[in-house]
């Protein structure tokens, strides 16, 4: 019979592994990717669904504890706290940058970075 601990175990830490490539995704994302556009999009989507998945691993985990309960419902306020503002700070900046003049780069200007190289 399998044990629901190890099984708790396994797809705990296997959403804080997946978690934790989306961040380090998004963060190859923002050096990679050729205008600020591009990169506040893979910084955004990556922070937001890489901590959820962190966020969920734990909850997962808190579950083994006594009181763990009380904890699991701290990090699901996180976590909607998280899901909530984190897209909204993105556009927020996004937003600033087109107001003060950045403009996405466009068809043929994305083979070239800033440089002209």
């Known amino acids: 019979?399998?044990?629901?601990?190890?099984?708790?175990?396994?797809?705990?830490?296997?959403?804080?592994?997946?978690?934790?490539i989306a961040i380090v995704s998004g963060?190859?994302?923002?050096?990679?990717?050729?205008?600020?556009?591009?990169?506040?999009?893979?910084?955004?989507?990556?922070d937001t669904g890489g901590a959820e998945l962190i966020i969920i691993g734990m909850m997962l985990q808190a579950t083994g504890y006594p009181g763990g309960w009380l904890l699991v419902a701290k990090l699901a306020f996180i976590g909607a706290f998280l899901f909530l503002t984190s897209p909204v700070a993105t556009h927020a900046i996004a937003h600033a940058a087109w107001m003060t003049g950045f403009k996405p780069m466009q068809g043929k200007d994305l083979r070239y970075d800033g440089d002209g190289k």
């Open 27 to 46: 963060a190859i994302g923002l050096v990679r990717f050729p205008d600020f556009f591009s990169r506040i999009h893979a910084a955004g989507v990556t």
């Open 1 to 20: 019979m399998i044990d629901f601990y190890i099984v708790r175990d396994i797809v705990s830490w296997a959403l804080m592994i997946t978690g934790g």
